[in-house]
């Protein structure tokens, strides 16, 4: 029995070891194999969302800085927190998306490399960009800090973007589940209630993980 609805996101340790984040990665084997001498309807679905990603990301991408395999990166981490998401779902898993170090571990590395890498190759159109044009004398350095700190908090938003996300909608989940009694008569429209929730879960997990990879794109393309 749960000590509280928070419990849930308690990793388990088992010989000093949380194996629960191993999930992490066996989540990856559901994904449909690509190397089958037919294509199966999973994989031309699959083949159609890159497809579709690849040319989205691309479009999304400075034209200026844009290099070979760079949309590739943001499908990735598409479909890994895409896996993570639609799997904490099912009983008996562990929700890794609704922790700030698995959100976190994503957005600020990522974050740091696109600015690093712009910092370096392009230092004269981010100096720029610290200053909208068109800002008052006087303003300028109110403009610099206002603009240095929303880039820095960008990492730290979109991790609790995710994660909060993911907490709300399982939290809710474990209220309803707790409500369910066969002994009552409005079992079936709580049931029916449950089921409805479960499947606009479904369609959060995969909003967050879609708006997750944008936002990352974005920025970059925004910062250069």
């Known amino acids: 029995m749960m000590m509280s609805l928070f419990s849930m996101f308690d990793p388990t340790a088992i010989f000093n070891?949380?194996?629960?984040?191993?999930?992490?990665?066996?989540?990856?084997?559901?994904l449909p194999n690509l190397y089958w001498k037919s294509n199966s309807r999973n994989?031309?679905?699959?083949?159609?969302?890159?497809?579709?990603?690849?040319?989205?990301?691309?479009?999304?991408?400075?034209p200026n800085i844009i290099m070979k395999g760079s949309s590739l990166i943001m499908?990735?981490?598409?479909?890994?927190?895409?896996?993570n998401n639609l799997s904490s779902?099912?009983?008996?898993t562990f929700c890794s998306s609704a922790h700030l170090s698995f959100s976190l571990t994503l957005?600020?590395?990522?974050?740091?490399?696109?600015?690093?890498?712009?910092?370096?190759?392009?230092?004269?159109s981010m100096f720029a960009h610290l200053v909208p044009s068109g800002t008052p004398n006087m303003l300028m350095p109110f403009m610099v800090l206002i603009e240095l700190t929303s880039?820095?908090?960008?990492?730290?938003a979109l991790a609790v973007r995710l994660t909060a996300n993911l907490i709300a909608g399982h939290l809710l989940m474990a209220l309803l589940g707790n409500t369910l009694n066969f002994n009552?008569?409005?079992?079936?429209?709580?049931?029916?209630?449950?089921?409805?929730?479960?499947?606009?879960?479904?369609m959060?997990?995969?909003?967050?993980?879609?708006?997750?990879?944008?936002l990352m794109t974005l920025y970059s393309s925004e910062m250069s």
């Open 204 to 214: 959060i997990g995969i909003i967050q993980s879609y708006v997750f990879s944008v």
């Open 184 to 202: 009552s008569n409005m079992w079936m429209m709580i049931l029916l209630i449950q089921m409805m929730f479960l499947t606009f879960e479904l």
């Open 107 to 124: 957005s600020l590395p990522i974050w740091l490399s696109i600015i690093l890498f712009l910092w370096m190759n392009l230092n004269k």
């Open 43 to 62: 994989n031309f679905l699959l083949k159609k969302v890159i497809m579709n990603l690849n040319k989205e990301f691309k479009s999304l991408f400075n």
């Open 151 to 156: 880039n820095i908090i960008r990492p730290m």
């Open 75 to 83: 499908m990735c981490l598409f479909f890994f927190i895409l896996t």
């Open 89 to 92: 779902n099912f009983p008996y």
């Open 17 to 30: 070891t949380q194996l629960n984040w191993s999930i992490m990665l066996i989540s990856i084997t559901i």
